[in-house]
């Protein structure tokens, strides 16, 4: 039997082969001219998992990585799936629907159970020693599609609640669900083709559960050092409890809220929470007199500015006499600024800033003495004064926002006493379902595509593209020194993405098929869509999520 052929382009060289063939053939042939692992691929601009296959002549291809964000994302999700098939061999079908991924923690992911099983060292060797196995196996992964009503007759079988709520809020017609020897589940999102390629994790028992440590997309083939962060752990373990006590622990429990009128009432009780954990830290600053200095950072868009003027008001009802200072005033001449290995000016390294003016300014006034503080002319590029003089009485306290504020290089000059340090950020709680976890940082970026297009007429195409720049800036500015914080705030809202969802939604359809930007586009457009939409006017004016949507009360 003669097979027919089709042409196919790869990395622009033009070759034949049969029609047919796998894209994990083809990524095999290749994988030589590529440093790190190929996970997925694109034909004509479309991604595609590697068990497809190529049908059509003169298909262009392309090999996407583990170092690229959707690639590692396929790793990651996969590394998962692997560990819930080790799990449902080694302690059965129950088990493993007690097992609920829940957050990102020490470049791995915090899993935790809903029954009595535990995370002790005979269960992390027995899982581990499966998933060993089952990577030398190579045993593929299989994917079907089912109609959702289907769908949903099966979750239900499995006794996948979670999975079975969300679907009866999805509008599409078909659900994707995987497998490995006959283990089902779903996913958001692509898998790798056989366990095979999941070969690097570790397991650490951890809180009441475990952590599943992953290399980073940085360096796809290295398992990083645990680093327990218990500071971090212990405001997400918080969150997460309070979801629990709210009975809306997912997305299909809050679109349950929203379809019976619950979230008004929740709206009212998440805010309220909120501005009882700033009271809370305002109480705890005003009874050490000694605090002059409130160093607040964050990672971008987790409503640092709001926050700072919320604690403002909690601070003066505790007699004190706040003044904001953002740290953007300290920035050093435009010319002066330091540049990054693509030339362009690195606002976001801590060279950016005068720090030594800084320190002499806030030195003089620890001291009493009366210094004129500097306003920065982002048009000029310049600073300039403009008769902005402060001087620290008894009662008053300066509140400094910036991404420097927790690093200690920021403030070298000042007493440790004299400084209270605290670490914000959305660090979203609520999950897709008990295996599917929302990423802190797609709320995040979701959050900055809403706020820049309305505040500085940027696409959303413009603030994805260099989100990944962002996201660089603070793993070596903020992030590693969040656990040195005197306190964290947790600027996630239970409702906001849905919310957001209507902000968002014409944003990222604007993004065109041919740009490079689409594949992210068209993955925040699925998350959301899992999301019933709600008004925004019952959102409280003081509210963080209006430093985003708009109509807050402060100049935000």
């Known amino acids: 039997m003669i097979m027919e052929k089709i042409n196919v382009v790869i990395n622009g060289e033009n070759k034949e082969y049969d029609k047919n063939i796998s894209l994990e053939k083809l990524a095999h042939e290749y994988q030589g001219n590529y440093e790190h692992r190929i996970v997925l691929a694109k034909v004509n601009g479309k991604l595609r998992e590697l068990f497809k296959k190529v049908k059509t002549d003169n298909s262009e291809i392309e090999f996407v990585t583990l170092n690229t964000k959707i690639g590692y994302m396929t790793y990651q999700r996969s590394a998962i799936f692997l560990m819930l098939k080790a799990i449902y061999d080694v302690y059965g079908k129950q088990k493993v629907l007690d097992v609920r991924v829940q957050h990102s923690l020490s470049k791995g992911l915090y899993c935790d159970f809903k029954g009595e099983l535990k995370a002790d060292e005979e269960f992390i060797k027995k899982v581990e020693n499966r998933m060993n196995e089952l990577v030398k196996e190579d045993v593929r992964i299989e994917k079907r599609s089912e109609a959702t009503s289907n769908a ?7 006794k996948m609640y979670d999975k079975e709520r969300l679907f009866r809020y999805r509008r599409v017609s078909k659900v994707n669900i995987y497998s490995i020897e006959g283990f089902e589940d779903y996913f958001y999102g692509y898998m790798v083709p056989s366990t095979g390629y999941i070969d690097r994790f570790k397991l650490y028992p951890f809180g009441d559960g475990f952590v599943i440590q992953l290399p980073t997309r940085e360096e796809p083939e290295v398992i990083p050092e645990f680093e327990p962060q218990v500071k971090l752990f212990g405001i997400l373990k918080e969150a997460a409890k309070w979801l629990e ?14 379809a019976n009128g619950r979230i008004s009432e929740l709206m009212l009780v998440q805010e309220a929470l909120q501005e009882k954990k700033l009271a809370q830290m305002a109480d705890e600053i005003a009874s050490h007199r000694d605090k002059k200095f409130v160093m607040i950072a964050g990672p971008s868009s987790s409503g640092k500015t709001t926050f700072s003027h919320r604690l403002s008001v909690q601070l003066m009802t505790n007699g004190l006499k706040p003044h904001p200072i953002s740290l953007d005033d300290y920035f050093v001449e435009r010319v002066n600024t330091p540049r990054d290995e693509f030339g362009e000016y690195n606002f976001e390294c801590l060279e950016a800033l005068d720090i030594k003016q800084f320190n002499e300014d806030m030195c003089n006034l620890l001291e009493g003495k009366t210094v004129e503080i500097p306003t920065f002319n982002f048009k000029a590029g310049k600073r300039e004064y403009k008769g902005n003089y402060k001087t620290l009485g008894p009662d008053d306290i300066l509140v400094i926002e910036g991404i420097h504020g927790l690093n200690d290089r920021l403030s070298y000059s000042l007493p440790r006493e004299s400084k209270y340090k605290i670490y914000i950020s959305a660090l979203t709680q609520l999950n897709i379902d008990e295996h599917n976890r929302i990423p802190t940082t797609d709320g995040r970026l979701i959050r900055r595509i809403v706020r820049d297009a309305r505040t500085r007429g940027t696409s959303a195409k413009q603030t994805i593209s260099m989100w990944d720049s962002v996201r660089r800036g603070e793993e070596q500015n903020i992030f590693r020194f969040q656990e040195g914080a005197d306190a964290m705030f947790n600027s996630a809202l ?51 999520l209006r430093e985003f949507i708009g109509g807050s009360c402060f100049r935000v």
């Open 152 to 158: 949903i007759s099966i979750f239900n079988k499995h």
């Open 245 to 258: 006590l709210m009975e809306v622990e997912n997305v299909g429990a809050l679109n349950d809220a929203i």
């Open 494 to 544: 239970i409702y906001e993405l849905a919310v957001l969802k209507q902000y968002a939604e014409p944003l990222l359809f604007s993004i065109k098929e041919d740009e490079p930007e689409y594949d992210e586009a068209k993955r925040l457009l699925k998350f959301l869509d899992y999301f019933l939409g709600i008004t925004s006017e019952d959102i409280p004016k003081n509210s963080i």
